[in-house]
């Protein structure tokens, strides 16, 4: 069995992902920004007694983002299903932020996510199978999140390019949408948001779902 990896390891949802697959034996590898995130989250990972891969790229610096991808496959194999979890979350009215700063919203909230789907996707693709999903969030357009939203509208495209391009070679693409502010001991407890990855992967392909949206359900 090959692994899991985890783009955007940080506290909250991609260090409760990487447990989650952890707890059903699987290697993970985890990328964060920062050294110390990553040795944090292999840290909560190791418990779990799989080997655990700690290591540091920017989501936006291609060459450093495949590059830790590919120590990733040299560690734990070829991987079996990869999550990309960066964010930059923020608020922002139209016209508020610059045009760089909205084109670095981009670059994290988009084009990361595609860079990580063009290295790992066509491996899946050969190997008849494999899992990539993305993490999302404002299932509607918000005006005080301006870089937000276009970016999340964005994964949604991707996905559904990735998966127009990739689906029909067993490579099941999707996207888990968040729907509010994610804290321990709420309705959106990332342990509990986290185990909407784990039943994407394991999705038999008659069943697969492109999307899955977690609400507060005590609303």
Do not use: C
């Not at 920017?58 to 983002?65: C, I, R």
Request: proline share 8%.
């Amino acid at each position: 069995m090959s692994g899991a990896v985890v783009v955007g390891a940080g506290p909250g949802i991609g260090r409760s992902v990487a447990r989650r697959f952890a707890r059903e034996g699987l290697p993970v590898a985890v990328v964060a920004r920062r050294s110390e995130t990553a040795r944090a989250t292999a840290e909560a990972v190791a418990p779990f007694g799989v080997p655990v891969v700690p290591l540091v790229a920017d989501s936006t610096d291609e060459t450093a983002l495949r590059a830790a991808l590919d120590a990733a496959a040299a560690r734990i194999g070829p991987p079996d299903v990869v999550v990309y979890n960066a964010a930059i979350i923020q608020a922002d009215a139209p016209g508020e932020l610059p045009a760089r700063a909205q084109l670095d919203a981009w670059a994290v909230n988009v084009v990361g996510a595609l860079t990580t789907a063009a290295h790992v996707a066509p491996g899946m693709a050969e190997r008849g199978g494999g899992t990539f999903v993305v993490t999302g969030g404002m299932p509607q357009p918000d005006p005080r999140y301006v870089s937000l939203s276009l970016g999340k509208a964005g994964v949604r495209a991707l996905v559904a390019l990735l998966d127009a391009e990739y689906g029909a070679s067993g490579v099941h693409v999707a996207t888990v949408t968040v729907d509010g502010p994610v804290a321990p001991g709420t309705a959106f407890d990332p342990d509990d948001i986290a185990e909407h990855y784990w039943r994407l992967h394991t999705q038999p392909p008659a069943r697969w779902e492109r999307e899955v949206v977690h609400t507060d359900r005590r609303g």
